[in-house]
């Protein structure tokens, strides 16, 4: 990179947040950050904006406004979803990064790309939901969008050079979560500290319960659906235990491409970032010989419904992949407040699938309008 790239960051307190301003951090003189946001975690932001000094945040909890304010004199302070989606439509900076978890990061996605701002994207929801208004705003506004996920990340790389004609299926890994190897009969008596118990990643509660059902994976499917312009049939998934094997690329003469590296989002981050380069890092290095062996296996269908569900969505398009994606939104969070057991999430997420009224082409309109219908059911 030959100039200083200005960056705003989405989602700032999170994980990807966070480990995004470890990368700035590396590399100071080629990042400034310009915009941070946060949903609720007013102090870390304060203290984030008081050493990358931006131009301005944004805090989602509108109660937290004036304390913010006053810690920040100099920083210009918005608040709530408005803040949220107006500061994610401006068009001075070079890229965003999206880390919101969750349907809330569609629409600042959307609003990053009609600016014409290129965006780092970790929210896979915003694909999962809008995939096809995206990728049609992509190109008319003549926009990129590279992706933070380690497993399309991967993808991304391997293919590098390569001719999508060639491309016989992407392989999407997973670790498998905690309970790869529990037997079925077992899941009724999973309790939320065991789901947020994963053996590889550190990452939000969310992401953590939907590693644990496989939902991430089935959202994977669909995101590189969007990402790649491959069929579903050409989609596929293997469990992988160690997570150094991020995702692999399978090619007409029976090659394979693979993507190896530490199960660390810095490194995805850092190349979304610094596309097209591989800046030197001083991150944790792999080390083969340490790691020993590699291991994969077919999922379990029969016990992670979930991925199921979620290639059911993709080959009925439409309206179901938003349902899909809000009703496990509402499944996850209701798991972690103690209200639902583990095995009632997927049988929510399938009875909104079932139940609400199918569009075959959603506009955004259609899309929020199913993510608040969604969001209302039981």
């Not at 780092?120 to 008319?140: H, R, T």
Request: overall charge negative; charged content about 25%; aromatic content about 6%.
């Amino acid at each position: 990179m030959d100039k200083t790239r200005h960056l705003s960051i989405l989602g700032s307190t999170g994980s990807i947040g966070v480990n995004a301003l470890n990368v700035v951090r590396s590399f100071p003189d080629h990042f400034k950050i310009k915009y941070l946001t946060a949903q609720t975690q007013s102090d870390l932001l304060i203290d984030q904006a008081r050493e990358f000094k931006p131009k301005a945040v944004v805090i989602g909890d509108e109660s937290k406004c004036s304390d913010i304010q006053g810690a920040l004199p100099e920083v210009e302070v918005l608040a709530g979803r408005h803040g949220l989606l107006e500061l994610s439509g401006r068009d001075d900076i070079d890229i965003v990064l999206n880390g919101i978890v969750g349907s809330a990061g569609m629409e600042p996605t959307i609003k990053s790309i009609q600016a014409g701002v290129d965006v780092a994207l970790s929210n896979k929801e915003s694909l999962v939901m809008a995939g096809g208004l995206i990728n049609a705003l992509l190109e008319e506004k003549n926009v990129k969008l590279f992706p933070v996920d380690s497993e399309h990340s991967a993808i991304w790389q391997c293919l590098v050079g390569e001719d999508p004609a060639d491309i016989k299926r992407l392989i999407i890994t997973g670790s498998g979560g905690p309970f790869r190897s529990m037997k079925k009969e077992s899941f009724q008596d999973i309790t939320v500290e065991q789901a947020l118990n994963h053996p590889n990643w550190t990452m939000g509660r969310k992401i953590t319960i939907d590693s644990a059902t496989m939902m991430n994976k089935g959202l994977e499917v669909i995101e590189a659906y969007w990402l790649f312009n491959l069929p579903e049939e050409k989609i596929d998934i293997v469990i992988h235990p160690q997570s150094i094997v991020h995702s692999m690329v399978e090619f007409q003469d029976g090659s394979v491409k693979a993507q190896l590296g530490l199960p660390d989002m810095k490194i995805p981050i850092q190349y979304a970032l610094t596309y097209p380069k591989h800046f030197p890092q001083a991150w944790e290095q792999l080390d083969l010989a340490k790691i020993s062996s590699l291991t994969f296996e077919a999922p379990d269908l029969d016990k992670f419904v979930c991925i199921r569900l979620a290639y059911d969505a993709l080959r009925a398009g439409g309206s179901m992949p938003v349902v899909l994606n809000v009703a496990n939104e509402v499944a996850v969070h209701r798991f972690l407040d103690g209200e639902i057991g583990f095995t009632a999430i997927p049988e929510h997420i399938e009875k909104a699938m079932n139940t609400h009224d199918f569009i075959q082409n959603p506009d955004l309109d259609d899309i929020l309008a199913l993510e608040t219908w969604a969001k209302s059911t039981r």
